[in-house]
């Protein structure tokens, strides 16, 4: 299951980025 968050993000940097979409694909089922 993929999840997409969309906003406003903060790369390596701290720096924001806006209008960025990120797809984490978990490897495992977890809660946290």
Request: with cysteine.
């Amino acid at each position: 299951m993929a999840v997409k968050i969309s906003g406003v993000l903060k790369d390596g940097t701290g720096k924001p980025v806006q209008n960025c979409t990120i797809q984490l694909k978990a490897k495992r089922n977890s809660t946290t």
